[in-house]
């Protein structure tokens, strides 16, 4: 049972796939908390993947849409309002792919075009969301728009490849376009910096197995999971956020502020014991 916490509130959620997708939590306990709203992934994912079953589960609508396409953009919007019966309370973006990752393109080997298509979808079609719901004026006052993000985006993370580029640009796009939003129509939009989360996306990062290691390790309360970012989202759409906006939000159970935490320092030690860092000298 839920508490409640969005109550007559409506909203959009882009990026839910499966059951490990971070959106597909998000949705489930937004539906919990007492939330309408719409679901939106692209066209193939809605009609051969498992998000019709999401919505079955959450008494949610499909709307199919590119997230790089204005004109589908705007169709969801649109869509979203006349099924939900007004203007939306919050939006996540939890939209991200690199080709360059998943051909296994190393970071000083790119394909631009690659990359091109990694910033537009990942952080890119921030900008167009954002923009279409402005112009369209289809956001309420004190609505919430949330974006997830990595900590790549501000350290070189081995093996994130160009997908940090693109969430340095998601950051970037939250702060420009969060004073527009909250000044003229005072509209929160905020990005998630989330701990390394087991999804479909996540699993293509080389070493991602290790990463999710490291940052657990690393983390004095241990890694954030789907489950607890979804709870986050949820509280950053209800009223108890009202006032927080512009901000890259850290949920990683306090990775970004370590150095060095005693249970990272032991592994290492026993990578000396075990002479796996011999070459080094």
């Known amino acids: 049972m839920g508490n409640n916490l969005l109550k007559g509130k409506r909203g959009i959620i882009f990026g839910a796939l499966n059951d490990m997708s971070i959106a597909w939590k998000v949705a489930e306990l937004a539906h919990q908390e007492g939330a309408t709203f719409t679901l939106s992934n692209t066209h193939v994912a809605c009609r051969m993947g ?3 079953d999401l919505a079955a589960k959450t008494g949610s609508e499909l709307v199919p849409a590119d997230a790089t396409n204005v004109e589908d953009l705007e169709n969801v919007f649109k869509q979203s309002t006349e099924i939900l019966g007004g203007k939306i309370d919050f939006v996540l973006h939890s939209i991200g792919m690199s ?5 296994k393109r190393v970071y000083h080997d790119l394909d631009y075009n690659y990359l091109q298509k990694t910033l537009d979808i990942s952080a890119i079609s921030f900008h167009k969301m954002l923009q279409v719901a402005f112009k369209l004026d289809a956001m309420s006052e004190w609505g919430s728009v949330l974006a997830l ?3 790549a985006a501000q350290r ?3 093996g994130y490849n160009d997908m940090a580029d693109a969430k340095a640009l998601l950051e970037s796009i939250a702060r420009s376009f969060g004073y527009i939003f909250g000044r003229e129509r005072k509209v929160r939009v905020n990005t998630i910096s989330q701990s390394p989360t087991v999804t479909t996306a996540g699993s293509g990062v080389k070493g991602f197995d290790g990463l999710v ?5 690393m983390s004095p309360l241990g ?3 789907a489950q607890d970012c979804a709870n986050f989202c949820a509280m950053m759409f209800s009223d108890y956020a009202r006032k927080v906006t512009m901000q890259n939000l850290f949920h990683d159970g306090g990775f970004s502020s370590m150095g060095m935490s ?3 320092m032991k592994q290492y030690n026993k990578s000396f014991d075990s002479g796996e860092l011999s070459d080094l000298y």
């Open 50 to 52: 498992e998000v019709t």
């Open 99 to 103: 080709l360059n990752v998943r051909k």
């Open 149 to 151: 993000s990595y900590v």
């Open 156 to 158: 070189t993370l081995y």
């Open 213 to 217: 290691d490291f940052a657990d390790r």
């Open 223 to 225: 890694n954030a999971d």
């Open 262 to 264: 005693m249970r990272a």
